[in-house]
Every structure is written in structure tokens, then in C-alpha cells.
């Protein structure tokens, strides 16, 4: 019923940046958390960037300064705008919503920061 599609993934190099897009279809509450995680190769998967139920953002330390996020006026979008890519940002991207209980997660996107 719900479902979270990632674009804008790709290669760059160290310095550049990268906007990526999360479209949600469905029923979506207004209530909603909606965000950004990443996981690196050998790494758990990390919160980047979320808009929380409450209203608040909320950013890694790591991306602080570097990325911002976003949404539209429907709380059905959300972007990630990267800028000064690192090395270790390289990671597969994934667009994260909850509502009502449950919690939705896009396919991926992947993201490669080469130095």
C-alpha cells in the first residue's frame, strides 16, 4: 500500500554533489516521519537525515554542514541535497517513512563517493 522510490544515485568524485528524491505513493499521513538512512559496505545502517513526527530534522553528525533535507508541501517527497561528498559517504541510499505504527523502507540508491 505504501511504497518509497529512490532516484538521483550515482558516481562522483570527492568534492562534488548529488541530490537525491524519495517519492512516496499510497496513503500517506501528514503524520509521518520520512527521511533518509545509509549503509556502507560492512556497516550497519545509519540515519542521515529525517524529518521526525514531531516536526524536528534531525542529521547525522558526520553530514552536518554537507546535506540538507527536504520535503514538499504534501509530506510525500523528501530530498537530500549532498554537497562536499566524501569518500565515506559512499553507501546505498535508502528513503525511509513511518506512520501509524509501521515503517517503510525504498529499494536503495546507490551513492559512490570515489577520492
Known amino acids: 500500500q505504501v511504497r518509497l522510490v529512490e532516484s538521483g544515485g550515482d558516481l562522483v568524485q570527492a568534492g562534488g554533489s548529488l541530490r537525491l528524491s524519495c517519492a512516496a505513493s499510497g496513503i500517506i499521513f501528514s503524520a509521518n516521519a520520512m527521511g533518509w538512512y545509509r549503509q556502507a559496505p560492512g556497516k550497519q545502517r545509519e540515519l542521515v537525515a529525517i524529518f521526525t513526527r514531531g516536526g524536528n530534522l534531525l542529521y547525522a553528525e558526520s553530514v552536518k554542514g554537507r546535506f540538507t533535507v527536504s520535503r514538499d508541501n504534501a509530506k510525500t517527497t523528501v530530498y537530500l541535497q549532498m554537497n562536499s561528498l566524501k569518500p565515506e559517504d559512499t553507501a546505498v541510499y535508502y528513503c525511509?517513512?513511518?506512520?501509524?505504527?509501521?515503517?517503510?523502507w525504498g529499494q536503495g540508491t546507490q551513492i559512490t563517493v570515489s577520492s
Open positions: 525511509y517513512l513511518a506512520q501509524v505504527g509501521k515503517e517503510y
